[in-house]
């Protein structure tokens, strides 16, 4: 059974839930091209002055360095995108200076490296 919100009945009214102040840090959607054994970018509570840098060195080994092409990436060939089109972030600027706000995803891609023996995965 499907349900339908009929404004015309009852104004469907109410405060977000989701705004940046129900959290601890401004929340920072990353996911990694062509490796599928991620099958969605992870949400992290990140602080808005978090170097951008940091990234590939203190926060993102903890999430994904357990896959075997982690330890291949070359980051300074990492290709980022920004909702879906390229970018290209300031390594020694802060999340929030890269223009980074709650609920951003970014995705990068590791151009060589396309998961376990070029499965994707």
């Not at 349900?3 to 015309?8: D, E, F, S």
């Not at 980022?80 to 970014?106: M, Y």
Request: with cysteine; aromatic share 14%; charged share 15%.
């Amino acid at each position: 059974m499907s349900v339908v919100a009929n404004p015309a009945r009852a104004p469907y009214d109410f405060p977000m839930k989701d705004v940046r102040e129900n959290f601890p840090a401004p929340l920072l959607y990353i996911g990694w091209e062509d490796h599928l054994m991620f099958c969605a970018p992870f949400c992290l509570p990140l602080p808005p002055d978090t170097p951008f840098g940091a990234l590939g060195t203190a926060v993102l080994p903890g999430i994904y360095g357990y896959h075997p092409d982690f330890a291949q990436i070359d980051w300074n060939a990492v290709q980022w995108f920004k909702s879906g089109q390229p970018w290209t972030p300031d390594p020694a600027r802060s999340l929030a200076e890269n223009g980074l706000q709650h609920k951003d995803v970014i995705r990068f891609r590791t151009p060589g490296l396309t998961g376990i023996k070029g499965s994707f995965s």
